[in-house]
C-alpha cells in the first residue's frame, strides 16, 4: 500500500528566508509524486509532480523538488519565501492500480512572518 | 470562468437529513472526483468517474451515491446523514483517469451536521 508522511505539521519562516517541506513517501515501484497547496477557503493547486527523469523538478511559484529514491523523499524547496505562500502544503503519492489514486500526506501548514 | 465549481459552498444540516452537493466542470476533462477532508485536513478519494463511468469506489457507506449525468458533471448525494459526515467535501477534475494526471480542484462545500 502506498502512503506518504510529513513530518512537520507546523512550519514558520521569515519573510525571504528559504523553505524546505519534508515528504517522505512509501510505494513499491516507481511513485508518482505531487505536491499540492491549499489556500485558506480554496481548493488544492498542483505546484508540481515528478514520475521519471530529472530527480529535481521545478514548479510554479518559483517552488522546486527533489525526489531522492535512496530516501524515500521529495522534498518541495523555496529559495525565497513570499508572505503570500502561507497556504497548507500536501504531498501525495500515487501509482497503484493505473488510475488517478493519490494518497495525501497530512499537510504542512507554512506560516510566513514579516 | 470557474474551473471546477461547486455548489453550496457551505452547508448546515440536522442529523438524518438527505442532502446533495452539486459539482461542474468546464475544462472538457474525461474524468471527475469526489474527496473528502476531514477536521485534521486528510485528504481520502472517495469516488472516481471517467466519462460517466464509475472507476473509483472507495470503502465509502452506501449513504453516498454519485451521480455523474454527462462527463461535466459528479454529484454527491448523502443520505441519513450522520455526525461524522461533518467534513469538506472537493470535487475534481482531471484530463484523463491515469496516475500521473493533474487534479484540478473545485473550492470545496463544508458540510456540518448538527
Known amino acids: 500500500a502506498q502512503s506518504v508522511t510529513q513530518p512537520d505539521i507546523h512550519i514558520t519562516v521569515s519573510e525571504g528566508a528559504s523553505l524546505e517541506l519534508r515528504c517522505n513517501y512509501s510505494?513499491?515501484?516507481?511513485?508518482?509524486l505531487f505536491w499540492y497547496v491549499q489556500s485558506p477557503g480554496q481548493g488544492l493547486q498542483l505546484l508540481l509532480k515528478?514520475?521519471?527523469?530529472?530527480?529535481l523538478v521545478q514548479g510554479i511559484k518559483g517552488f522546486e523538488a527533489e525526489f531522492k529514491r535512496s530516501q524515500s523523499s521529495f522534498n518541495l524547496r523555496k529559495p525565497s519565501v513570499h508572505w503570500s505562500d502561507a497556504a497548507e502544503y500536501f504531498c501525495?503519492?500515487?501509482?497503484?492500480?493505473?488510475?488517478?489514486?493519490?494518497?495525501f500526506g497530512t499537510g504542512t501548514k507554512l506560516q510566513v512572518i514579516p | 470562468d470557474t474551473a471546477v465549481s461547486q455548489t453550496p459552498k457551505y452547508l448546515v444540516t440536522q442529523m438524518g437529513n438527505d442532502k446533495s452537493i452539486k459539482c461542474e466542470q468546464n475544462?472538457?476533462?474525461?474524468?471527475m472526483y469526489w474527496y473528502k477532508q476531514d477536521s485534521k485536513k486528510f485528504l481520502k478519494i472517495m469516488f472516481s468517474?471517467?466519462?460517466?463511468?464509475?472507476?473509483i469506489n472507495e470503502t465509502v457507506p452506501n449513504r453516498f451515491s454519485p451521480k455523474s449525468p454527462d462527463k461535466a458533471h459528479l454529484n454527491l448525494h448523502i443520505n441519513s446523514l450522520e455526525l461524522g459526515d461533518s467534513a469538506v467535501y472537493f470535487c475534481?477534475?482531471?484530463?484523463?483517469?491515469?496516475?500521473?494526471?493533474?487534479?484540478?480542484f473545485g473550492s470545496g462545500t463544508q458540510l456540518s451536521v448538527l
Open positions: 475544462l472538457g476533462h474525461d474524468t
Open positions: 475534481a477534475s482531471s484530463p484523463g483517469q491515469g496516475p500521473f494526471e493533474k487534479l484540478f
Open positions: 468517474y471517467n466519462n460517466k463511468e464509475l472507476i
Open positions: 515528478y514520475f521519471s527523469g530529472d530527480t
Open positions: 501525495a503519492v500515487g501509482g497503484s492500480g493505473g488510475y488517478q489514486k493519490v494518497t
Open positions: 510505494y513499491g515501484a516507481t511513485p508518482y
